[in-house]
């Protein structure tokens, strides 16, 4: 029995790389699939996040008896109403200061050398720092290093810009037809699912929904709420460019353990322009801002949909950024997610159909 079970699952491994090397030879058949799946990717991901914020809202007004075609419709407007505001009223202002701050660069490195050299006029902390270095040197290398790094990237930056221009065009009737009919895409997938199964799938569907659904809310609702602490606390200490940072350390929290290190980098270089306690106060800001979403808001609206241990969590982000750059590092976590829902659910299956043959208990 088991040297049957080995000569068949041997016999499918072979079968399907003898599949992937015949089309490995034929990839031009795939090039139109490809380019149509890197067009569609920003869209249909924009998309999915959209839909897990706005179909709370919508069904909220269904459940107030408004037509759910009306309840879309409603809700679309309130989305393009936001989005306005944020263009009116924040846009300009974060314009403004990300134009200013990309001027104030040499001025930025020169007040950070003259902060350099005044620190280590100070006896206590001279004695912490290395002899013979030049901290103005250090940072030009970093910008310059950073300016190479966009450089490289900025084949990458357009086709993020074009596919944003795509995505504009194709999100609203989209996201209108998935929120008209979120009831009847669990049914018209497992179609495909033999009839035996399609309980069992209906019910995997509706776990991976759910996970989705919870991490998805979850890290837009902590990360805002963190974004706005992080905000009125550069106001409050008078930091430069506070919007700006804000932003930007909100942006970066989104991709867990390492964003939160990247987007405090430009906070500390910034806050050192202006003295090392707006330095210190900024990160302070920033780490209790952390650990009040850490502590207090991410379990409440996370609630059990985050079960991933955080060094798995590290190791599929280098993951995902090593197999699909920026993509990757948005989607490792959601993916993984339904990749687990999935096996355990197709374990579970195998396990009852061979341990338990013509449906006995």
């Known amino acids: 029995m088991l040297s049957n079970r080995f ?6 491994i072979l079968i399907w790389l003898s599949i992937i090397f015949m089309a490995s030879l034929v990839d031009f058949i795939f090039a139109p699939i490809a380019v ?12 999915g996040f959209l839909y897990y914020l706005l179909r709370p809202i919508v069904e909220l007004f269904v459940n107030w008896k408004v037509p759910r075609t009306l309840a879309v419709l409603l809700v679309l407007v309130l989305l393009v109403a936001v989005v306005g505001g944020f263009w009116v009223l924040i846009w300009p202002t974060l314009v ?6 990309m001027e104030s660069l040499p001025e930025i490195v020169d007040t950070m050398e003259e902060q350099y050299e005044s620190l280590r006029g100070n006896g206590f902390v001279s004695s912490m720092l290395p002899e013979n270095t030049s901290l103005l040197n250090r940072i030009s290398e970093t910008i310059s290093n950073s300016f190479t790094a966009v450089t490289d990237y900025a084949g990458t930056i357009i086709d993020w810009a074009m596919d944003v221009v795509i995505a504009i065009s194709i999100i609203p009737i989209l996201l209108f037809f998935m929120l008209k009919q979120t009831d009847r895409f669990p049914k018209r997938i ?10 069992d799938s209906l019910t995997m569907m509706s776990e991976i929904d759910a996970a989705l659904s919870g991490f998805i809310k979850g890290r837009v609702i902590a990360t805002l709420l963190m974004g706005l602490l992080i905000f009125v606390g550069f ?17 970066l929290n989104f991709i867990p353990y390492i964003g939160p290190i990247v987007g405090t980098i430009p906070v500390i270089i910034v806050g050192l322009t202006v003295s090392p306690w707006m330095a210190l106060w900024a990160v302070l ?3 209790v801002a952390q650990q009040i979403e850490e502590v207090l808001l991410a379990p409440y609206v996370y609630g059990k949909s985050m079960d991933i241990h955080p060094l798995m969590t590290v190791i599929l982000i280098l993951a995902g950024a090593e197999l699909a750059g920026f993509i990757g590092l948005i989607l490792a976590i959601p993916v993984y997610m339904i990749i687990k829902i999935t096996v355990q659910h197709v374990y579970s299956l195998y396990i009852t159909d061979h341990r ?3 449906g006995m208990p």
């Open 356 to 358: 338990q043959p013509d």
């Open 7 to 12: 000569f068949r699952i041997s016999l499918a």
């Open 285 to 287: 800001i920033i780490i």
């Open 190 to 199: 497992t179609r495909v699912v033999p009839q035996r199964y399609r309980a």
């Open 96 to 101: 403004k200061q990300t134009t200013t701050f």
């Open 235 to 251: 106001i409050g200490i008078q930091l430069p460019y506070g919007l700006l940072l804000a932003l930007i350390a909100t942006l």
């Open 36 to 47: 149509a799946v890197h067009l569609l990717i920003v869209p249909v991901m924009l998309c």
